[in-house]
């Protein structure tokens, strides 16, 4: 059964720190490209990082650009997300998901494909508050 | 940016009704599509994919139609565990960017 269980969420003042994870599990997250998506109370889904399989390619939401880091451990199947500097406007519901992406070798050097989100975890909540 | 509108933002159905979602995009985005319900507190799930394929496993009363900057979502025949907001997703990799649109609440009457 393919699974992703996020944890690390909780209660953070403004400008500290917190690192989410995100454990997988039913297949295998190595060949797989991950997101970060949130949900900001009352609002809708907002994609925030996504990490190509092999973690050398990482893309940013521009609300999130140099304050949060995405990571992955392959021999631990778990994502990442390191968040600095936080914000109140931070405050939300933190899901992993998987991407139905794929890419391909050409002459040494990867290309990397994104697709979109095929299966999502549970979220975890952050919430940035003095 | 492409932006992602749907309309409506709410709607309210019986069960056995066909819903219809329109999702558009402010500049040509082909088929790269996506459309998810989502229910509160539970994960989001994939319904369609690449505008008009439903994704395995999902009932077939859900389905997409549409290219372009105009999309269609239909729900036929509506059941009672379809209440929930239902978002459509365009993917870009040029560079990787993904956007949601505003969502849609379904209600059943």
């Known amino acids: 059964q393919v699974q992703l269980v996020e944890s690390g969420g909780g209660v953070v003042q403004p400008g500290r720190s917190l690192r989410l994870s995100c454990a997988a599990s039913?297949?295998?997250?190595?060949?797989?490209?991950m997101h970060w998506v949130r949900q900001a109370p009352g609002k809708g889904l907002e994609w925030v990082a996504v990490?190509?399989?092999?973690?050398?390619?990482?893309h940013y939401a521009d609300s999130v650009k140099g304050r949060f880091t995405i990571s992955r451990d392959n021999s631990k199947n778990t994502l990442y997300l390191q968040m600095n500097s936080l914000r109140p406007d931070d405050t939300a519901v933190f899901y992993c998901?998987?991407?139905?992406?794929?890419?391909?070798?050409?002459?040494?050097?990867?290309?990397?494909?994104?697709?979109?989100?095929?299966?999502w975890g549970q979220g975890t909540t952050v919430t940035v508050s003095s | 940016d492409i932006q992602m509108t749907q309309s409506p933002s709410s709607l309210s159905a019986s069960v056995g009704d066909t819903v219809t979602i329109t999702c558009q995009a402010s500049?040509?985005?082909?088929?790269?599509l996506n459309w998810f319900q989502h229910e509160p507190g539970k994960a989001p799930k994939l319904l369609i994919y690449d505008a008009s394929n439903l994704e395995p496993g999902v009932p077939s009363r859900f389905s997409g139609s549409g290219s372009g900057t105009d999309f269609t979502f239909t729900i036929s025949t509506l059941q009672p565990e379809d209440a929930a907001t239902y978002y459509c997703q365009h993917y870009n990799n040029l560079p990787p960017l993904f956007t949601f649109g505003p969502g849609t609440r379904v209600d059943i009457k």
């Open positions: 500049q040509d985005i082909r088929n790269d």
């Open positions: 998901a998987r991407d139905r992406g794929t890419h391909f070798n050409y002459y040494g050097s990867y290309t990397y494909l994104y697709y979109g989100m095929d299966v």
């Open positions: 039913g297949f295998t997250l190595s060949t797989s490209p």
């Open positions: 990490i190509s399989f092999d973690g050398n390619n990482e």
